[in-house]
């Protein structure tokens, strides 16, 4: 398979967009709402989130434009609508949790979002096995968010 490069630069694009999109709502309430709130133990250092997500969306959007790029059509449309209900969700989770500052109804989303990664991992495993095993690193990644937005919450009722 030869490599689209445009097509690869706008998959990630699209993916990276997204990150760019939740951390207008991050940005200004990391210092301020953010840092007054109780954090569980684990919770790690603020630097950590930007390297992790970026490295993340990359992924993210490797996998998307192995899905694109695919021989196999398959069920190409619907893994394609479920990757972007999936990053949709991303991107209301920093909406809910930072915009509107609801740990709560935060982690209803990423709940959502966590099946919403397991179900984009299934479809893309149909048409391409390397694209889904990319996002496993996102599904851990969500995975412990889910945690530490649970702690948050129930830290700060």
Excluded: H
């Excluded at 990630?12 to 990150?19: D, Q, S, T």
């Excluded at 972007?84 to 982690?107: H, K």
């Excluded at 496993?136 to 009722?157: D, E, G, M, R, T």
Aim: aromatic share 16%; charged share 10%; hydrophobic share 55%.
């Amino acid at each position: 398979m030869s490599i689209k490069i445009p097509k690869l630069i706008l998959s990630i694009g699209i993916c990276l967009g997204a990150g760019i999109l939740g951390s207008f709502f991050t940005v200004s309430s990391i210092p301020t709402w953010y840092a007054a709130l109780n954090k569980p133990s684990f919770s790690p250092p603020n630097f950590v989130f930007g390297p992790v997500w970026t490295i993340l969306y990359i992924l993210m959007g490797i996998s998307l434009y192995l899905v694109l790029s695919g021989k196999r059509k398959g069920e190409r449309g619907k893994a394609i609508q479920i990757f972007a209900v999936q990053l949709v969700l991303n991107v209301l989770w920093s909406i809910i949790f930072f915009g509107m500052r609801n740990p709560a109804l935060a982690f209803v989303d990423i709940v959502a979002l966590w099946i919403a990664i397991v179900v984009t991992i299934k479809y893309f495993y149909s048409i391409s096995k390397v694209a889904s095993y990319l996002l496993y690193p996102y599904l851990v990644w969500v995975s412990f968010a889910a945690i530490l937005n649970y702690s948050i919450w129930v830290l700060n009722k």
